[in-house]
């Protein structure tokens, strides 16, 4: 096979590879996860909707997050774990993985800053 040919297949089957992602963070899935650890959750939450997580494990820990059972979208059901805690969901790549990032307290002030 000639090296041209090579290229080509190797583009081919990256393009492939791409398309299966952003299917199937888009495409509802089946989760049946339990309400726990974030530290296994999250795996568990990773397994099931066949998609990467990144997060740093020092934000995770301590923290347990809601059950989630049914068919959803991979963002909404880690919507769904982490509400009520102190994390939230950043589709990254254009969902085709998702961040888990600390949630950014609103501060309020009782008197004008200028």
Known sequence: MSLFLRKIFK??????MLLQCTLSAAAEVEF?????PAMDTLVKASEQGR????????????????PVHGRYSVQTALEKMLEDTPLAVVPVSGGKAFGIIKRIQRLEFNTPLL
């Open 51 to 66: 998609i990467q997580l990144l997060y740093a494990a020092e934000i995770v820990k301590g923290v347990t997050t809601q």
């Open 11 to 16: 583009v081919m089957a990256m393009a492939v």
């Open 32 to 36: 049946d996860i339990g309400s726990g």
